[in-house]
């Protein structure tokens, strides 16, 4: 039996620093398999938006569940497994490639597997010997795809992508559309993509734009 709740359930959610609001409230939800792209011009809190439902930032006002349950009830890296954010610039970990990708095995006390590390480089068209590469000799297009690699080690159910294809050529951006497109229409993960790529928009079965804030006169724009 279908549950009656959404899978990701966001509602009136607005972020503040100090006295000037960055996000407007925004509500929507996801359920399994759904494509949602996030667009709207800068400022108007795209990545911020991400972030708190990440919960890496706690939200000035409005409510988050997962599954029907509030996520400030939630143990945080339980959460953070099943709803996963990649970042525009990922923040890489070690020394190594390969210690990116064993991080998440080594987090669930499982033991990594190189030669199926190898594979899924293939498929972001980085070869073999990039497992061992230093992370402080990739290019910014290569750290795009070693992170998002790295979460997706283990499936979350809502990934959330913030312009992960925005140092990549055309027929890097294509590889890495058809991995999320697969992710989506073959496993059922919820996306939530910011970009501004009009080949990315077509492939969104949903796009919600973002305002930015209203300033008040004595504000800057």
Known sequence: MANDFPLLDVQGVTFSQE?????????LQ?????????????????????????SLLAPSSGQIRLQNQDITQLKAETYRQQVSYCFQTPVLFGSTVYDNLALPWQIRQQKPNRDAFINDLAKVNLPADTLDKKIDQLSGGEKQR?????????????LLLDEV?????????????????????????????????????????????????????????
């Open 19 to 27: 006295g000037r609001e960055l996000l407007a409230p925004v509500s």
């Open 30 to 54: 996801l359920n399994p398999g759904d494509f949602l792209l996030l667009t709207g011009p800068s400022g108007s809190g795209k990545s911020t938006l991400l972030k708190i439902i990440a």
């Open 146 to 158: 070693v992170g998002l690699l790295r979460n997706l080690q283990f499936l979350p159910q809502v």
């Open 165 to 221: 294809t925005s140092a990549l050529d055309e027929d890097n951006k294509a590889l890495i559309h058809r991995l999320i497109s697969e992710m989506v229409t073959d496993k059922g993960v919820a996306v939530i993509w910011i970009s501004h790529d009009v080949e990315e928009i077509h492939q969104a079965s949903r796009v919600l734009k973002l305002h930015a804030p209203e300033r008040n006169d004595h504000e800057s724009a």
